[in-house]
């Protein structure tokens, strides 16, 4: 007769060896309020506007429209609370209609708000054409970090018109 052996199975109920990503709220993350909990801090209002032609979906988007070589234009997000020494995923979408004009930049902020360098920067490259694309910023929270806040921002020798919708931010560790 053949011997059979039986082998334990060890199944682990509530444990995973991924962590899930914790969403953190962002308030109006697709500009369907307007400007609601978003600032538009250098620029003029006619070079930063929330329309409907912008929206990649929902009723609105955030069209970033800068014409001037010498001048920039900034929309800064309502801060949200991070953890220090967490990382955190911002995702965003974007669509280049012309010139190179804007990116995300995604800073920590000190228990003073306060920026911490380094910022992390993503958007269009120069030669992206005109479609929705997707980009993910991931970064993580220095040990000072309380904040973090989100800027859309020109460089000041950029023109161009670039549209932007649907963010989100998670910590993933």
Request: net charge negative; glycine share 6%; aromatic share 12%.
């Amino acid at each position: 007769m053949k011997k059979t052996h039986i082998f334990p199975i060890l199944l682990f109920a509530g444990t995973s060896i991924l962590t899930a990503a914790e969403p953190i709220p962002i308030k109006n993350p697709g500009f369907e309020k307007g400007f609601d909990a978003w600032t538009l801090d250098k620029g003029l209002e006619s070079e930063g506007t929330v329309i409907k032609e912008a929206a990649r979906t929902g009723e609105a988007g955030f069209r970033h429209a800068d014409a001037s070589p010498t001048e920039y234009v900034r929309l800064i997000s309502q801060n949200v609370r991070v953890k220090a020494g967490k990382t955190y995923k911002l995702r965003f979408f974007a669509n280049q209609h012309s010139g190179h004009s804007a990116n995300v930049h995604f800073w920590f902020l000190d228990s003073f708000e306060e920026a911490i360098e380094p910022r992390f920067i993503k958007g269009p490259p120069e030669e992206q054409k005109p479609e929705w694309v997707e980009y993910e910023i991931v970064a993580k929270a220095p040990d000072n970090a309380e904040y973090a806040e989100i800027h859309i921002q020109s460089n000041r020798a950029g023109v161009g018109v670039v549209d932007f919708d649907d963010f989100v931010l998670e910590q993933v560790d």
